[in-house]
């Protein structure tokens, strides 16, 4: 990045938390750098308590690191990163970088690739991020409690022929339920769970509430959109600057699409090439469209002098390197996402909802109990053709661990060919996704709405 942009990030992060200063670096979020390996992160998942709503403390909320809030993590693509868990909550937890292609014992899985890490204890990850794009990590252990209260960041990886902005500001979408008195009420309702998930009561962005971030005037500007929430789907659109879309869960977009046109649900992330107007004080609205009233996700203030960029400045991003679907060699992999109510839950260490509403291919498993069996065993570099139907009248963003996969077709609508970790299934849907086996280990596949994923959308797929 420029220094420009790294000081308009400055600013842009000066929204991120009360406290003040948050940087381009994990170090100037006060997630400190060991001295004796200068770079290995220290993450601690700890417990918080935060004036979110403007109205005194919300108590009992999680989060990583000791800086401003929320964090955002910087890695560069083919080099090595690290980060040390230390778990200072008052129960287990684990970290998934959501994503991120790495090898299996990084994926952050309890049971299935690593241990649970207990109060007191650490776990160090490290992996190489082969792919550039906007990613993020977040517990995969009572997941719902724990993302709920705030357990979760972003993680940039920065590729070396990055188009260079004016400014870059990332934002996380989140919800909170809280009740009148800004406390925690019950994470869900089980009549929801088994519906499109129980909503929060209060939005957020950046963990604050319709956030006004300053951009530069005239300015190309690139927008990491991360959807954290745990059940709420976007529709968006802005107003007051042009937008394209310039990258889809990490990857870039095959051909540019209009905002509005593509619903970003729990788990994906959708990046921008804003092109700002020429006036000094005017505004530009991110908004939410889905419901029935537009919500206001956040505005952007110009300031400076009219940088008058236009968006041809920009190169275009560099495709990541995804092995390619092999059409003619592929096996078919048969999926149905439905409803079921028949099994009792397994107890967890990493907590459970007490229900199963919900299963992949008639198993319901919440993904952090003793697995059964994988769903499938994979030949390492094979292609697969997932046929994946979603019979249920909800909503269902599926996403695979440790691998990417193309979106081939779709019966209800043009699907361009996005590579992707997460797609968000539309009711009464059936598509089509290329997968390229190239990861060995063994690789979760659930539903990203945490409700649906722990009442038992959840099943994996072993590379051997
Ligand atoms: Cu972000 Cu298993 O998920
Ligand atoms: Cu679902």
Redesign the pocket.
């Known amino acids: 990045m420029t220094s420009l942009s790294r000081r308009t990030l400055l600013k842009a992060g000066a929204l991120m938390g009360a406290a003040g200063a948050i940087g381009a670096g994990a170090g100037a979020l006060g997630l400190g750098r060991a001295l004796a390996e200068p770079n290995r992160i220290d993450l601690q998942a700890r417990p918080l308590d935060f004036d979110l709503t403007g109205k005194g403390l919300t108590k009992s909320m999680m989060t990583y690191g000791e800086g401003t809030l929320p964090p955002v993590l910087r890695a560069r693509q083919g080099e090595a990163f690290a980060a040390r868990l230390l778990n200072t909550l008052k129960e287990p937890t684990t970290v998934?970088w959501?994503?991120v292609r790495l090898p299996n014992a990084m994926d952050g899985?309890p049971l299935l690739s690593q241990p649970y890490v207990y109060p007191g204890d650490t776990f160090d990850y490290a992996f190489t991020p082969p792919d550039a794009g906007t990613f993020?990590y977040?517990p995969?252990c009572n997941?719902l409690e724990q993302m709920g209260r705030g357990l979760a960041g972003m993680l940039v990886v920065e590729g070396k022929d990055d188009p260079v902005f004016d400014a870059e500001i990332p934002l996380m979408l989140r919800d909170w339920r809280l009740g009148g008195n800004g406390q925690f009420i019950a994470a869900f309702k089980a009549r929801d769970a088994a519906k499109s998930g129980t909503f929060g009561t209060f939005r957020t962005a950046n963990w604050q509430e319709e956030p006004n971030v300053e951009a530069p005037t005239g300015g190309l500007v690139r927008l990491r959109i991360l959807a954290a929430d745990v059940t709420r789907i976007f529709n968006f659109t802005l107003e007051g600057a042009t937008a394209d879309v310039i990258a889809l869960d990490g990857n870039p977009v095959p051909k540019r699409f209009a905002l509005d046109t593509l619903m970003i649900a729990p788990?994906q992330r959708l990046d921008l090439a804003l092109r700002m107007p020429g006036t000094e004080g005017a505004t530009a609205r991110l908004v939410d469209i889905r419901g029935s009233q537009p919500k206001l996700i956040a505005s952007f203030t110009l300031k400076g002098p009219d940088l008058k960029r236009n968006p041809g400045d920009l190169g275009p991003l560099t495709a990541n390197p995804v092995p390619r679907f092999d059409e003619s060699a592929a096996e078919n992999l048969d999926m149905v996402l439905s409803a079921t109510a028949d099994s009792a839950p397994k107890p967890s260490i990493c907590g459970t909802l007490g229900y199963t509403f919900w299963a992949i291919n008639k198993v319901a498993w919440s993904?952090d109990t003793d697995p059964t069996a994988p769903l499938s065993e994979l030949k390492l570099g094979r292609s697969y053709r997932i046929r994946l139907a979603n019979p249920t009248p909800h909503a269902h963003p599926i996403?695979l661990?440790g691998m990417n996969f193309v979106v081939l077709s779709s019966n209800m609508r043009q699907v361009q060919p996005f590579v992707t970790d997460?797609w968000a299934m539309l009711p009464d849907e059936k598509v089509e996704l290329g997968l390229v086996a190239d990861n060995p280990g063994d690789w979760?596949f659930?539903c990203?709405i945490i409700e649906h994923?722990k009442a038992g959308m959840t099943t994996y797929l072993r590379v051997v």
């Open positions: 998934h959501h994503g899985v993020w977040h995969h997941t788990g993904g996403h661990h997460t979760v659930h990203h994923q």
